[in-house]
């Protein structure tokens, strides 16, 4: 099956900083990538879908500017949580999904446990 | 709009006992269906997936589920669980090949010896 690795695994930053956290399609060409926010113990919710090339559409209730998403390439995209708060420390997750090629589902990395202090 | 809810929070069942998941969904339109396995900080994994055609499916490990329209369930069943299958399980809908999930709250499946 298709590849995505989400890096890094971990990353505990201080309140105020910015954090980035890369999604990879490592064997097919995402065209869509998903970025999903986990809270303990909840479910996934959707932050913002990413198009290549396009800017990010995130949902209702997710700030665009302190949720800076970028999808320059057809491999990769980025989240940067900027001015990090210790409300923001969650389990990040992204998934790629390449459209017209046959997929049927989209793939996820690994996930990116954020720690702010 | 979609919404997908998962009836039990937490599932504990006995090794080798049979289980049940439920998932219900809510869509005016056609979807496709999805349950996905997690393991404590990991990521998610696709368990089995509804598409079209045979409303039956099964995943390599034991899992299967069934797509029933006219109850919008896509309930997990498995015969005979194993302490492996200790995981949180969520059952998801897109309305897309490869468009993005609206997951259930997730149900907390443990397994006991």
């Known amino acids: 099956g298709a590849v995505v690795s989400q890096h890094p695994s971990r990353v505990i930053c201080k309140s105020g900083t910015s954090v980035k956290i890369e999604c990879r399609s490592l064997?097919?060409?995402?065209?869509?990538m998903f970025w999903y926010r986990q809270f303990p113990k909840q479910s996934l919710m959707l932050m913002a879908t990413?198009?290549?090339?396009?800017?990010?559409?995130?949902e209702q209730g997710v700030e665009k500017d302190k949720f800076l998403i970028n999808h320059a390439s057809l491999t990769l995209s980025t989240l940067t949580v900027t001015s990090a708060h210790p409300e923001d420390s969650s389990f990040y997750i992204c998934?790629?999904?390449?459209?017209?090629?046959?997929?049927?589902?989209?793939?996820f990395g690994q996930g990116t446990r954020l720690t702010v202090v | 709009a979609q919404s997908v809810t998962q009836l039990d929070s937490q599932v504990p069942v006995f090794e080798e006992a049979p289980v049940e998941l439920r998932c219900n969904y809510s869509?005016?339109?056609?979807?496709?269906l999805f349950w996905y396995v997690q393991y404590p900080n990991q990521g998610l994994q696709l368990l089995l997936k509804?598409?079209?055609?045979?409303?039956l499916v099964e995943s390599i490990n034991g899992f299967e589920a069934e797509f029933n329209k006219s109850q919008t369930s896509f309930h997990l069943r498995k015969p005979s669980v194993h302490i492996s299958d200790t995981a949180e399980y969520f059952c998801?809908?897109?309305?897309?090949?490869?468009?993005?999930?609206?997951f259930g709250q997730g149900t907390e499946l443990s397994v006991k010896p």
């Open positions: 998801a809908v897109s309305e897309n090949q490869g468009g993005k999930l609206i």
């Open positions: 998934s790629a999904s390449s459209a017209g090629g046959g997929n049927t589902e989209a793939f």
């Open positions: 509804y598409l079209s055609g045979s409303t």
């Open positions: 869509s005016s339109v056609s979807v496709y």
């Open positions: 064997d097919f060409q995402a065209t869509t």
């Open positions: 990413s198009n290549e090339g396009s800017k990010a559409t995130y």
